[in-house]
T-cell receptor, first 115, second 110 residues
Framework: GAGVSQSPSNKVTEKGKDVELRCDPI?????LYWYRQSLGQGLEFLIY????????KSGLPSDRFSAERTGGSVSTLTIQRTQQEDSAVYLC?????????????FGPGTRLTVT | GQNIDQPTEMTATEGAIVQINCTYQ??????LFWYQQHAGEAPTFLSY????GLEEKGRFSSFLSRSKGYSYLLLKELQMKDSASYLC???????????FGAGTTVTVRA
């Protein structure tokens, strides 16, 4: 079956522009996560969805970042007024359940470069 | 907050064994995961430990000691394709969120 997909794979944008990153999780996975990975850094948690609701937005770095999930499936991460420090690989992951030994399946990521 | 520590880099020879250590200090504990990440690719799941002891899966084994806040990933009979970054991740007390270490880059030499 299909894995987690993300689009675009690469995005170059000018400072100050808005960007939208898309994640299609594995069908039937109720839990969805967004992470950010900067060069040489570990994965930084951004936000977690259970179904369509986001019980934990604590990792969003600023109010320029927002995310939504519709129909318990596709999720969009939006970054407004991008800054150079937003440059990173944005990874999406989904899992069947959020607890226990259920692993998170990662998408290939979106590499965002803000010039 | 959560603190996950693992070495930055390790080098080993093809056919040898390498042990990647991970120590953690977290608010609560609900499991530890190891992921493999090849350069430019997504992390892929390797192992999960929630009880103390050793979990063996082919050439890879993972160990956990909850009292010591310690885990290791053991890679045996190293192959060139094992050259990758290995990520230690801990699920804390909230039971859904993973906190990741910075990763250990393993280089396998012929």
């Amino acid at each position: 079956g299909a894995g987690v997909s993300q689009s675009p794979s690469n995005k170059v944008t000018e400072k100050g522009k808005d960007v939208e990153l898309r994640c299609d999780p594995i069908s039937g996975h109720t839990a969805l996560y967004w992470y950010r990975q900067s060069l040489g850094q570990g994965l930084e948690f951004l936000i977690y969805f259970q179904g369509n609701s986001a019980p934990d937005k604590s990792g969003l770095p600023s109010d320029r970042f927002s995310a939504e999930r519709t129909g318990g499936s596709v999720s969009t991460l939006t970054i407004q007024r991008t800054q150079q420090e937003d440059s990173a690989v944005y990874l999406c992951a989904s899992s069947l359940q959020s607890s226990g030994g259920y692993e998170q399946y990662f998408g290939p990521g979106t590499r965002l470069t803000v010039t | 907050g959560q603190n996950i520590d693992q070495p930055t880099e390790m080098t080993a020879t093809e056919g040898a064994i390498v042990q990647i250590n991970c120590t953690y200090q977290t608010s609560g504990f609900n499991g530890l995961f190891w992921y493999q990440q090849h350069a430019g690719e997504a992390p892929t799941f390797l192992s999960y430990n929630v009880l103390d002891g050793l979990e063996e899966k082919g050439r890879f084994s993972s160990f956990l000691s909850r009292s010591k806040g310690y885990s290791y990933l053991l890679l045996k009979e190293l192959q060139m394709k094992d050259s990758a970054s290995y990520l230690c991740a801990v699920r804390g007390g909230n039971d859904y969120k993973l906190s990741f270490g910075a990763g250990t880059t393993v280089t396998v030499r012929a």
